[in-house]
């Protein structure tokens, strides 16, 4: 996949609830579980909130959307490399972690 160097001030990233205490301590991690397809281990996100619906629509499969919890993560000293998601516009991933200092906040989808 085409690395991607537009990143916005903030991303946005779909988890289930249950994990946010782990989250909060030791923040994202990526795993290989797979959703959509099998691929290395990857940590996805959204460019902006308007493509949330669309990525909590692929998801509900794996998280039921009452278990969705909805990160907002500020990209401003991020060191990652992100790369295009070639399944959804205007998403993409890393294959690095995320610190919860980088976690400004978590919603669900409304």
Not at 87 to 110: C, E, G, K, R
Request: no cysteine; hydrophobic share 30%; aromatic share 10%.
């Amino acid at each position: 996949d085409e690395k991607d160097t537009s990143i916005p001030k903030f991303l946005y990233h779909i988890t289930n609830k249950s994990f946010i205490n782990k989250i909060q301590s030791r923040g994202l991690i990526p795993k290989t579980k797979s959703k959509q397809s099998y691929h290395p281990e990857r940590i996805y996100f959204t460019k902006n909130e308007t493509n949330m619906k669309s990525f909590s629509n692929m998801l509900i499969r794996f998280i039921p959307k009452e278990e969705q919890l909805i990160l907002k993560i500020d990209t401003e000293g991020l060191d990652n490399t992100f790369y295009q998601d070639p399944n959804l516009s205007n998403a993409i991933y890393t294959h690095q972690n995320i610190s919860p200092q980088h976690i400004v906040s978590y919603s669900t989808l409304d």
